[in-house]
């Protein structure tokens, strides 16, 4: 046989990548609709196996198949224990037992000369995935959403220089030394990760998350069903969508929207969309000063984001004081692509921050400076003609810099090497 018949009767055979993330279809939280996402992105390029767990947070009570092909991606979803997540208690008993299923899966599955894409959630996860990795012969690139234990200090959860901090600060320098790549989801990740990784010569690439152009478009504010449930047209609507966490600054916003209450009553008025462990500090803020200016309400379903995205003159990012460097929102991208300005409560130098003065798209201020966040809400308020070119640019910005076509020709870079 000639080698041109042997080409032609033996195709060249995919390199094999597994994605290993808990969260993953039908579990479509952020990190496992953007998992899923470049999993199915990515099989023209590769044979796709996902590696990840049973649903436990939007479609928990949903019993998905141990193991079925999706899209073209072979799937493997592992036991693990489904207790409340709420419960800190149970959150680490569930890490715990997927993180130890997964690590026996891999042992199985992985081979020498795969690829692994890995990401930080739990952030257990990577640890036992790299384990396996290096026991198996395989290479894994970690995908950064969260930076730990920078994390824990920002939510007041660890000192600079608690025991935590260190134990967690050594094992990460192992986890890097031993990785193919990682990914960083924003600049200032990548500059912090640069600063952790110092010496130990590892690709650090920076591949933003991408606006659901598929779902989400900009649609006309007179129309919008919330709103007009809602009988707010006539304000000035802040959004704030998503999860309401320890790294958010949810205290920020409300300080400024009891200014407002109490000043400008007619004008501006706030939305909370979403659930996490600061929703409590919304729903005692209503029950205390009773705002006429605040609405609170459930999450609501992924597939309705074209909707109550839409239900605003602009949407808010707020992140506290030390998560520079730690995690980027996603949800940024979607406000974007209902052509809705920024307002970014962040530190300067931010990934959030630097979004929203890369193509002016919005107006930012800092975690717990209440005037200045006054000053730009009433900034954007007060010009009608810059906030339609801030819509107008933040759409062009979601079609031209987060798309997913623009992720996933980053990830093939960055995986194919």
């Not at 715990?96 to 894409?117: C, Q």
């Not at 929203?356 to 798209?361: C, H, P, S, W």
Request: aromatic letters at 8%; one cysteine or more; a positive charge.
């Amino acid at each position: 046989m000639t080698d041109k018949q042997r080409d032609i009767s033996q195709p060249e055979q995919k390199p094999r990548l597994w994605v290993v993330s808990e969260l993953y279809y039908p579990e479509l939280t952020s990190t496992g609709y953007y998992l899923t996402k470049i999993a199915e992105g990515l099989t023209d390029t590769f044979e796709v196996m996902a590696l990840c767990g049973q649903p436990n947070y939007s479609a928990r009570g949903t019993r998905a198949p141990k193991n079925e092909i999706r899209n073209n991606v072979k799937i493997f979803r592992v036991g693990g224990t489904t207790l409340n997540k709420n419960v800190i208690a149970f959150r680490l008993v569930n890490m715990l037992t997927i993180s130890l299923s997964m690590f026996f899966v891999s042992l199985r599955k992985f081979r020498k000369g795969d690829r692994v894409l890995v990401v930080t959630n739990p952030p257990a996860s990577p640890f036992v995935i790299a384990i396996a990795s290096l026991i198996r012969g395989a290479a894994y690139t970690l995908l950064i959403h969260d930076n730990y234990p920078e994390i824990l200090i920002a939510a007041g959860k660890a000192g600079d220089k608690s025991l935590t901090v260190r134990f967690l600060g050594f094992w990460n320098r192992w986890l890097y030394k031993h990785a193919a790549r990682i990914i960083a989801v924003g600049r200032d990740m990548q500059e912090l990760l640069s600063r952790k990784t110092q010496g130990l010569d590892i690709p650090i690439s920076v591949i933003p998350n991408w606006a659901e152009l598929e779902n989400v478009e900009p649609r006309p504010r007179a129309e919008n069903p919330l709103l007009n449930e809602l009988g707010i047209l006539d304000r000035f609507v802040l959004l704030y969508a998503g999860n309401m966490g320890y790294p958010n600054d949810i205290e920020t916003i409300l300080s400024a929207a009891k200014e407002l209450d109490r000043e400008t009553r007619s004008r501006f008025h706030f939305v909370f969309l979403g659930s996490g462990v600061k929703r409590k500090l919304i729903e005692r803020f209503i029950a205390d000063e009773k705002p006429a200016n605040l609405t609170l309400l459930e999450p609501r379903p992924r597939e309705e984001q074209a909707v109550f995205l839409n239900a605003c003159d602009a949407g808010i990012v707020s992140l506290v004081s030390k998560m520079k460097g730690v995690s980027m929102p996603s949800r940024t991208y979607n406000i974007l692509a209902a052509g809705k300005p920024i307002v970014a409560i962040t530190e300067e130098g931010s990934e959030v921050d630097l979004v929203t003065k890369d193509d002016n798209v919005g107006v930012c201020s800092t975690p717990g400076d209440v005037t200045g966040l006054l000053n730009a809400l009433e900034k954007l308020a007060d010009d009608p003609t810059a906030l339609s070119a801030m819509r107008e640019r933040a759409r062009h910005a979601a079609l031209g810099r987060y798309s997913l076509e623009t992720a996933l020709s980053s990830y093939r870079r960055a995986l194919v090497g």
